[in-house]
Nanobody, 122 residues
Framework: VQLQASGGGLVQAGGSLRLSCAAS????????MGWFRQAPGKEREFAAG????????YYATSTKGRFTISRDIAKNTVYLEMNSLKPEDTAVYYC????????????????WGQGTQVTVSS
């Protein structure tokens, strides 16, 4: 499975961005998807996850209520809608796929996209 993340950019605090993650290859498998982020000097952290059919979603405490994860199975694409962005949301955002259930641990994910930079100015 190949993952291609896009949609990052520079936005002012309080603004919004929508990230996309397009999957190709063995997309017929039942992958759960996650969005992770990594700020400079920090470990990669879980931001949001979604079950393979999209019926269950999961969020980190820091993103719950502001971020929304969704997926379009027909388009093999996962989205992360980010609202009320804060400077502390600045990071490289990665999408990832796993055959197991949604977890918050990066090592549980089998495939990773290349990352897209999100910068939130104050």
């Amino acid at each position: 499975v190949q993952l291609q993340a896009s949609g990052g950019g520079l936005v002012q605090a309080g603004g919004s961005l929508r990230l996309s993650c397009a999957a190709s290859g063995r997309t017929s498998s039942r992958y759960v998807m996650g969005w992770f982020r990594q700020a400079p000097g920090k470990e990669r952290e879980f931001a949001a996850g979604i079950s393979w059919r999209g019926e269950n979603t999961y969020y980190a405490t820091s993103t719950k209520g502001r971020f929304t994860i969704s997926r379009d199975i027909a388009k093999n694409t996962v989205y992360l809608e980010m609202n009320s962005l804060k400077p502390e949301d600045t990071a490289v955002y990665y999408c990832a796929a796993a055959l197991s259930g949604v977890t918050t641990y990066p090592h549980d994910y089998d495939y990773w996209g290349q990352g897209t930079q999100v910068t939130v100015s104050s």
